[in-house]
């Protein structure tokens, strides 16, 4: 029993994608803004509130063509179902910039988790309902395909997230968080790839 469960770490560990270029790239240009704005003589506190806004704004022009593509059904008006959000992340970015204030701008990141942490949960509660909807159970060559539920991975990366978060405001320096969170950004990409690897079935598991 150790040694397969030993083998299917080692298999998990060295099955985990190099992080792309388009997640990467990202992370890069935030750090050569934050430290070019600071260079300028911009107050490090609008500079820092500055990036984060580019960051989320980025995040959400890059996300959209998939949500649009996630509410394309029947019956469905994609626009209307985009506009509120859009609206909603708009207001906030603006608020952002007018407060301006990197505690307030670190802390929705807190509350991103916290809500992503209960949806999660409370998706764990009806998981079985929630699977049948998501992924319902399907035969392959005769065989039925285990089916294999995030639920608890996505709980477990909110989770982490929101206590690094928490960590990084407490030290209380801007430059930390910033250089803490880019490179945290890369570890928790290994770490979310290593779980669902370690989720999946055994014959799923890439080699």
């Not at 030993?6 to 298999?11: E, F, I």
């Not at 890059?62 to 609206?87: E, F, H, I, Y």
């Not at 999660?120 to 035969?139: A, T, Y």
Request: aromatic share 8%; charged share 15%; with cysteine.
């Amino acid at each position: 029993m150790k040694r397969r469960w030993s083998s299917k770490v080692l298999d998990a560990v060295s099955s985990v994608p190099p992080i792309r270029v388009e997640y990467l790239v990202p992370i890069v240009v935030m750090l050569m803004l934050w430290i070019g704005l600071s260079s300028f003589g911009l107050a490090k506190e609008k500079s820092f509130v500055m990036v984060l806004v580019m960051g989320q704004t980025y995040a959400i022009w890059r996300n959209l063509p998939t949500a649009a593509a996630q509410l394309s059904q029947p019956g469905r008006d994609r626009t209307r179902m985009l506009l509120w959000p859009v609206g909603a992340m708009l207001m906030l970015a603006i608020s952002q910039l007018i407060i301006s204030s990197p505690v307030f701008s670190q802390r929705i990141l807190s509350a991103a988790c916290v809500f992503v942490l209960v949806v999660m949960i409370l998706g764990m509660r009806r998981e079985d309902e929630v699977m049948e909807r998501v992924s319902p159970n399907s035969m392959v060559r005769g065989k039925l395909m285990a089916r294999v539920s995030l639920l608890r991975v996505n709980a477990l990366a909110a989770g982490t997230v929101l206590i690094v978060n928490e960590l990084l405001i407490q030290s209380g320096s801007l430059t930390v968080w910033m250089t803490g969170m880019a490179l945290f950004a890369m570890v928790l990409h290994a770490l979310y790839w290593f779980m669902v690897l370690m989720v999946m079935p055994a014959e799923d598991t890439p080699a």
